[in-house]
């Protein structure tokens, strides 16, 4: 029987476990302690963000910078609608409507037109966006120069969800680093990982100042217990920050291992008829999170992604379609969106390769030849 190979597997450096350690020697078991202020230097010193609070997940970070930009109830907040519905959900959360914007094709992430669009068309009913999230898909950066440039202009906050993007570059400089608060990922499936956990980060101290108390249950300054906000319990495990530290010294290599992968797939399967694989832009290194293939069953002689998906499995290999987009979901149905077509395509025909650091030349080539053998049927 031919292992399992998964999509995307945990991979441990060997240091982690040391810092773990640590905090049982040093008996800091508690969401506070130096491996988290740690943690949050070396992340800061590697995008080049001023100010870092890690967190339980990534998701509670895009809550909280929903909050700290002042997203209330009844507000409108602009959103890609190719991601994961992580990137969503705090909208609703704060009791305000998610306002979907579909993506173009050379990044697959939110098309500056469509947004323009959107912004225009939500002012014109007297709703000016409170923010806009964008995301990063599968470590792809998205247009950011244009997208900065039309938010200004209207004078709207972007958040910016690098959560599958840590170490992918714009022009230089690493995302994150971009929106007036980026937030990151530490899931188990995500190019390092905590087990779980997250990060926010932004320029502004005054903003992850913010964050921290809120995520420690917004205790006001008092020897009693004192509150005069909602608080949250999002502060990351001290724990847990360990895992991250030793992650951290082994991510350039992650990346390395990730781009590995990509180039592997690419120059094995983008021969076949109707194959094809998304480039970078010029000015944009991605991190390749994931590898994704894109199959037109108008050229492949009729094999659709969902074929290769289900061939694949009964060899013991994990494939998965690309996000299903938000605008489609049952759950966010009745929510407005500006939308082109091209994200629903790229559900249609994109599936994500196993992609995970660990793999092996020999788990590749099981990938490669189980869909060139496919092809060949
Ligand atoms: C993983 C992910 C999140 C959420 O992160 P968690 O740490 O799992 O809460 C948000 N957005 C995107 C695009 C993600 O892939």
């Given at each position: 029987m031919n292992k399992r190979i998964w999509l995307s597997s945990p991979h441990m450096g060997g240091d982690e476990i040391k810092f773990v350690h640590e905090t049982f020697e040093s008996n800091w078991i508690a969401p506070l302690g130096a491996n988290v202020d740690n943690f949050e230097k070396d992340l800061g010193d590697?995008?080049?963000?001023?100010?870092?609070?890690?967190l339980t997940s990534g998701t509670a970070?895009?809550?909280?910078?929903?909050?700290?930009?002042?997203?209330?109830?009844?507000?409108?907040?602009?959103?890609?609608?190719?991601?994961?519905?992580?990137?969503?959900?705090?909208?609703?959360?704060?009791?305000?409507?998610?306002?979907?914007?579909?993506?173009?094709?050379?990044?697959?992430?939110?098309?500056?037109?469509?947004?323009?669009?959107?912004?225009e068309a939500r002012l014109k009913l007297g709703k000016k966006p409170k923010a806009i999230v964008i995301v990063h898909l599968y470590g792809n950066p998205a247009k950011l120069s244009e997208i900065e440039e039309i938010a200004a202009g209207f004078d709207i906050p972007v958040i910016e969800d690098a959560a599958e993007a840590l170490g992918s570059e714009y022009k230089g400089a690493k995302l994150g680093s971009f929106g007036k608060i980026g937030i990151l990922s530490f899931n188990g499936n995500k190019i390092i990982t905590t087990s779980g956990g997250g990060a926010l980060l932004s320029d502004s101290q005054e903003y992850v100042e913010k964050a921290r108390f809120l995520a420690t249950q917004a205790r006001d300054d008092a020897p009693h217990y004192q509150h005069s906000h909602i608080g949250y319990n999002y502060r990351m495990s001290n724990v847990l920050a360990g895992i991250g530290r030793g992650q951290m010294i082994v991510l350039p290599e992650r990346i390395r291992q990730r781009r590995y992968n990509f180039d592997y797939y690419k120059n094995k399967l983008s021969g076949l008829p109707g194959v094809s694989f998304l480039e970078e832009e010029n000015g944009s290194f991605s991190n390749k999170w994931l590898t994704c293939m894109l199959v037109d069953p108008k050229l492949s002689g009729g094999i659709t992604r969902e074929d290769i998906r289900l061939y694949l499995w009964e060899s013991q290999i994990e494939s998965r379609p690309l996000w299903k987009p938000m605008h489609v979901q049952p759950v966010f149905e009745q929510y407005p969106r500006y939308v082109n077509g091209t994200s629903e395509k790229l559900f249609q025909d994109g599936l994500c390769l196993p992609s995970g650091s660990n793999l092996l030349d020999e788990d590749l080539e099981r990938v490669t030849s189980g869909i060139s053998e496919l092809f060949i049927k």
């Amino acid at each position: 029987m031919n292992k399992r190979i998964w999509l995307s597997s945990p991979h441990m450096g060997g240091d982690e476990i040391k810092f773990v350690h640590e905090t049982f020697e040093s008996n800091w078991i508690a969401p506070l302690g130096a491996n988290v202020d740690n943690f949050e230097k070396d992340l800061g010193d590697y995008t080049g963000v001023k100010h870092v609070a890690v967190l339980t997940s990534g998701t509670a970070a895009i809550h909280l910078a929903l909050i700290i930009l002042g997203v209330r109830q009844g507000d409108e907040v602009i959103c890609s609608s190719f991601t994961f519905s992580a990137s969503a959900n705090p909208i609703v959360y704060q009791g305000a409507t998610p306002v979907f914007v579909d993506s173009e094709s050379t990044t697959w992430n939110m098309d500056p037109q469509l947004l323009k669009t959107a912004i225009e068309a939500r002012l014109k009913l007297g709703k000016k966006p409170k923010a806009i999230v964008i995301v990063h898909l599968y470590g792809n950066p998205a247009k950011l120069s244009e997208i900065e440039e039309i938010a200004a202009g209207f004078d709207i906050p972007v958040i910016e969800d690098a959560a599958e993007a840590l170490g992918s570059e714009y022009k230089g400089a690493k995302l994150g680093s971009f929106g007036k608060i980026g937030i990151l990922s530490f899931n188990g499936n995500k190019i390092i990982t905590t087990s779980g956990g997250g990060a926010l980060l932004s320029d502004s101290q005054e903003y992850v100042e913010k964050a921290r108390f809120l995520a420690t249950q917004a205790r006001d300054d008092a020897p009693h217990y004192q509150h005069s906000h909602i608080g949250y319990n999002y502060r990351m495990s001290n724990v847990l920050a360990g895992i991250g530290r030793g992650q951290m010294i082994v991510l350039p290599e992650r990346i390395r291992q990730r781009r590995y992968n990509f180039d592997y797939y690419k120059n094995k399967l983008s021969g076949l008829p109707g194959v094809s694989f998304l480039e970078e832009e010029n000015g944009s290194f991605s991190n390749k999170w994931l590898t994704c293939m894109l199959v037109d069953p108008k050229l492949s002689g009729g094999i659709t992604r969902e074929d290769i998906r289900l061939y694949l499995w009964e060899s013991q290999i994990e494939s998965r379609p690309l996000w299903k987009p938000m605008h489609v979901q049952p759950v966010f149905e009745q929510y407005p969106r500006y939308v082109n077509g091209t994200s629903e395509k790229l559900f249609q025909d994109g599936l994500c390769l196993p992609s995970g650091s660990n793999l092996l030349d020999e788990d590749l080539e099981r990938v490669t030849s189980g869909i060139s053998e496919l092809f060949i049927k």
